[in-house]
C-alpha cells in the first residue's frame, strides 16, 4: 500500500517551453502533497507544499509564477515549470501524506528527470 | 531552523559486513527523525522513524537506528549488509515535531563489495 507515481520518468524539452509533471496517491487520499528537487549529489530541497483545494504554499527562493502547482483532488498535484530554461534541469519528486496527524508519513514518487536543453 | 548532516559522503562495506551510517541533527526541541533510502529509479523508500518512546528503533529490510539525545545522533546501523542494501540513504528530521515539511541530510551512497 502507500504508493506514489510520478509521470513522466524522464522529459526533455527546449527551452521556453512549459513541462507538467503529474504525481498520483495510487491507493490512499492525500490531503497533502510536497514538491522537491534534487540537484545531482545533492540532497532533496522542499519547494512547496500543495494542499488540495487551496494555494500552495512556497518555500522562500522558489518562484511561484515559474513553479505552478496545482493539487485538484485529494489523489492528483501537478507541478508546470514554466518557460524553463536549462537551470531547471533537474529531478523533481514528489510525496503525498496520507492523513493530517502529526506523526503521519510522507510518501514518495519515484521522481522526474526534466532536461531541459 | 533545524538542519540535518551525513558526513559521510561514500561508504564501502563488504557484503556480510556490518553497517552504521551517521546522522546528526539540530533541531531545538524532540525531533522527528527518519532514514530513507532511494534506489536507481525509484522513490524514496521510508526504513524507519523515530518519534518518541524507546529510542532503539526497529526497521525494514534489517535495519536500526538509535536516538542519541545527547549526542544529536541517529545513527543507521545493520549489523550484515547485503549487496541488494547499495543504495542513497537519507536522513532527515521534521520540522516543528511534526513529519511533514521534512529536512534532509545530503545523503550517504553505499557500495557494497562482493
Known amino acids: 500500500g502507500a504508493v506514489v507515481s510520478q509521470h513522466p520518468s524522464r522529459v526533455i524539452c527546449k527551452s521556453g517551453t512549459s513541462v507538467k509533471i503529474e504525481c498520483r496517491s495510487l491507493d490512499f487520499q492525500a490531503t497533502t502533497m510536497f514538491w522537491y528537487r534534487q540537484f545531482p549529489k545533492q540532497s532533496l530541497m522542499l519547494m512547496a507544499t500543495s494542499n488540495e483545494g487551496s494555494k500552495a504554499t512556497y518555500e522562500q527562493g522558489v518562484e511561484k509564477d515559474k513553479f505552478l502547482i496545482n493539487h485538484a483532488s485529494l489523489t492528483l498535484s501537478t507541478l508546470t515549470v514554466t518557460s524553463a530554461h536549462p537551470e531547471d534541469s533537474s529531478f523533481y519528486i514528489c510525496s503525498a501524506l496520507p492523513g493530517q496527524g502529526s506523526t503521519d508519513t510522507q510518501y514518495f514518487g519515484p521522481g522526474t528527470r526534466l532536461t531541459v536543453l | 531552523a533545524q538542519s540535518v548532516t551525513q558526513p559521510d559522503i561514500h561508504i564501502t562495506v563488504s557484503e556480510g559486513a556490518s553497517l552504521e551510517l551517521r546522522c546528526n541533527y539540530s533541531?531545538?526541541?524532540?525531533?522527528?527523525l527518519f532514514w530513507y533510502v532511494q534506489s536507481p529509479g525509484q522513490g524514496l523508500q521510508l526504513l524507519l522513524k523515530y518519534f518518541s518512546g524507546d529510542t532503539l528503533v526497529q526497521g525494514i529490510k534489517g535495519f536500526e537506528a538509535e536516538f542519541k539525545r545527547s549526542q544529536s545522533s541517529f545513527n543507521l546501523r545493520k549489523p550484515s549488509v547485503h549487496w541488494s542494501d547499495a543504495a542513497e540513504y537519507f536522513c532527515?528530521?521534521?520540522?516543528?515535531?511534526?513529519?511533514?515539511?521534512?529536512?534532509f541530510g545530503t545523503g550517504t551512497r553505499l557500495q557494497v563489495t562482493l
Open positions: 533541531y531545538g526541541a524532540t525531533p522527528y
Open positions: 532527515a528530521v521534521g520540522a516543528t515535531g511534526t513529519a511533514s515539511k521534512l529536512t
